[in-house]
């Protein structure tokens, strides 16, 4: 059960593809918030988004190694332009 919304809110959870940051990510959606997501291959991102399509969930994922300073902002800014600007991480 959802007590709070964040209808309008877009957030960026990592290595959501499946597992924890799936089910975080889930939550949040579950709550209004719009759900961008990276991980380390384009196979884990396509796996994530099949994933979250059969929950009815729309959400953007982006193949990102976090480990990469460079990396990451680049995906900042691609997230930034293409979705908008990130309310939560």
């Known amino acids: 059960m959802i007590n709070f919304s964040l ?11 499946y597992g924890i940051g799936f089910a975080i990510a889930t939550a949040y959606a579950e ?14 991102v396509d796996k ?6 059969e929950k009815g969930i729309n959400a ?8 990469d300073e460079d990396a990451v902002n680049k995906f900042i800014a691609q997230v930034t332009e293409e979705v908008g600007v ?4």
Request: glycine residues 12%; negative net charge.
């Open 48 to 53: 994530g988004i099949a994933a979250y399509k």
């Open 31 to 44: 709550a209004g918030a719009t759900i961008v997501f990276n991980d380390i291959n384009q196979t884990l």
């Open 7 to 17: 209808e309008g809110k877009i957030a960026l959870v990592t290595g959501a593809s």
């Open 60 to 67: 953007h994922g982006y193949v990102c190694d976090v480990t």
């Open 86 to 89: 990130l309310d939560i991480l």
